[in-house]
Each structure stands twice: as structure tokens, then as C-alpha cells.
């Protein structure tokens, strides 16, 4: 295995600061790839391309890529502070993340008395 397949291979702790919950993504998958697997019901994603902006989080810590972005969504300003779209957002290290805008509220929804 090559080192960069074994990067993209490797399981990072993702840490969503808003309810406290944590969960695993490869480099290879995105992040909102992943926080669905949370199984929780109501995590909006429009179209997994970049483009609509549902899926705006703010990684406050750790280390990612990103693939491209609507500008109108994520501007170049943004993005230099932590802005991105989950549905675009690769991680390269354990991340703390905040949601932000649409995705804010299903996520920090009620569940079961956890949040």
C-alpha cells in the first residue's frame, strides 16, 4: 500500500462542537458522507456537489482538503477561516467542527435527551 493510499485510508475522530458528538471518517470520505452514518434522522443534503450550501460547516480545529465549492456558498474570504461544505470536505487529521446555517438545526435537534 502506497502512502498515499494508507492517508486516505486512515480514520480521523471528527468532533461536532455543537452537540458534543464524535464519529470516524476515512480521508477518503467526506464529511457529510460520514455524519450520516450517525443515523440520525433530518441531516440535510441537497446535491453532494458543492453547490447549494446545506451542508456549511466551520472546522475550527485539524487539518482537510476540500474539492471545488460555489463561491456564492463559501466565499475565498470564508474558506481562509474554516468555512466549507461538509459534502466537499475530505480530513487530513481529527477535526472539531461547527455546523452553520440550514444543517444547524437538524443536527442539534432533541435527541433522546443527549443535546
Known amino acids: 500500500?502506497?502512502?498515499?493510499?494508507?492517508?486516505k485510508e486512515r480514520r480521523h475522530?471528527?468532533?461536532?462542537l455543537d452537540t458534543g458528538e464524535s464519529y470516524d471518517c476515512a480521508g477518503s470520505t467526506t464529511l457529510l458522507q460520514a455524519m450520516t452514518r450517525l443515523g440520525r434522522k433530518g441531516i440535510p443534503s441537497g446535491c453532494h456537489g458543492g453547490g447549494c450550501g446545506i451542508c456549511k460547516i466551520r472546522v475550527?480545529?485539524?487539518e482537510y482538503t476540500?474539492?471545488?465549492?460555489?463561491?456564492s456558498q463559501?466565499?475565498?474570504t470564508e474558506q481562509?477561516?474554516?468555512?466549507a461544505l461538509a459534502c466537499r470536505?475530505?480530513?487530513?487529521?481529527?477535526?472539531t467542527l461547527k455546523v452553520i446555517g440550514k444543517m444547524h438545526k437538524a443536527v442539534t435537534r432533541r435527541r433522546y435527551g443527549l443535546v
Open 66 to 71: 476540500t474539492g471545488a465549492m460555489c463561491r
Open 74 to 76: 463559501v466565499s475565498e
Open 89 to 95: 470536505c475530505y480530513p487530513g487529521s481529527d477535526i
Open 80 to 83: 481562509a477561516r474554516g468555512f
Open 1 to 7: 500500500m502506497t502512502e498515499a493510499t494508507a492517508a
Open 13 to 16: 475522530r471528527i468532533t461536532i
Open 60 to 62: 475550527l480545529e485539524g
